[in-house]
T-cell receptor, first 113, second 114 residues
Framework: DAKTTQPPSMDCAEGRAANLPCNHS???????VYWYRQIHSQGPQYIIH???NNETNEMASLIITEDRKSSTLILPHATLRDTAVYYC??????????????FGQGTTLQVKP | NAGVTQTPKFRILKIGQSMTLQCTQD?????MYWYRQDPGMGLKLIYY???????DKGEVPNGYNVSRSTTEDFPLRLELAAPSQTSVYFC?????????????FGPGTRLTVT
């Protein structure tokens, strides 16, 4: 599975959009981009995933560049409860895949009042 | 559904002791995983299972054992606890079917070995 690179930390004002970048320049054709977050040492929580099209759900939007080498997770109106570590993970959906996730150190997002 | 549950929440072990961390899921998921998380680090995969009776090693399996006799349960065994096993342990499960295959995580077990 491709490696990812994320900034170690970011700040965001409450109510503003939080844009979290992720580089995955070695991503291959059958690999998806997943985002999870971990709030204050709880178990990680799934946010969103995508292959090449932009995706949106009730939690966030995922923008993937056309060459698929980077992506951005967007929390449209960040709240204090969104303060967490955000992990960008790339993994394949190919046959025989076991769904294993390889976590980096993620981005610590601090939402400030 | 309770989702993924883990017991105990906290445990202190002495060096050389053994214990079993329990993990149960009620979502009928085929896949289950054990991760450990050291302070300030991301999660590392210890063992995983693709179904009852089938287990395999992850990135950091040394010092641990697992079994999967039922779909619901995936216990993690520490035989001879060492200080290096001080960590937070997370269990997760995943459904086999469908295009979306996110993992559902339990609340974790905080283990200290002294």
């Amino acid at each position: 599975d491709a490696k990812t690179t994320q900034p170690p930390s970011m700040d965001c004002a409450e109510g503003r959009a939080a844009n979290l970048p992720c580089n995955h320049s070695t991503i291959s054709g059958n690999e998806y981009v997943y985002w999870y977050r971990q709030i204050h040492s709880q178990g990680p929580q799934y946010i969103i995933h995508g292959l090449k099209n932009n995706e949106t759900n009730e939690m966030a939007s995922l923008i993937i560049t056309e060459d698929r080498k980077s992506s951005t997770l967007i929390l449209p109106h960040a709240t204090l409860r969104d303060t967490a570590v955000y992990y960008c993970i790339v993994r394949s959906h190919g046959s025989g895949n076991t769904g294993k996730l390889i976590f980096g150190q993620g981005t610590t997002l601090q939402v400030k009042p | 559904n309770a989702g993924v549950t883990q017991t105990p929440k906290f445990r202190i072990l002495k060096i050389g002791q053994s214990m079993t961390l329990q993990c149960t899921q009620d979502m009928n998921h085929n896949y289950m995983y054990w991760y450990r998380q050291d302070p300030g680090m991301g999660l590392k995969l210890i063992y995983y299972s693709v179904g009852a009776g089938i287990t395999d090693k992850g990135e950091v399996p040394n010092g641990y054992n697992v079994s999967r006799s039922t779909t619901e349960d995936f216990p993690l065994r520490l035989e001879l606890a060492a200080p290096s096993q001080t960590s937070v342990y997370f269990c997760a499960s995943r459904d086999l079917s469908g295009g979306v295959s996110e993992q559902y995580f339990g609340p974790g077990t905080r283990l200290t070995v002294t």
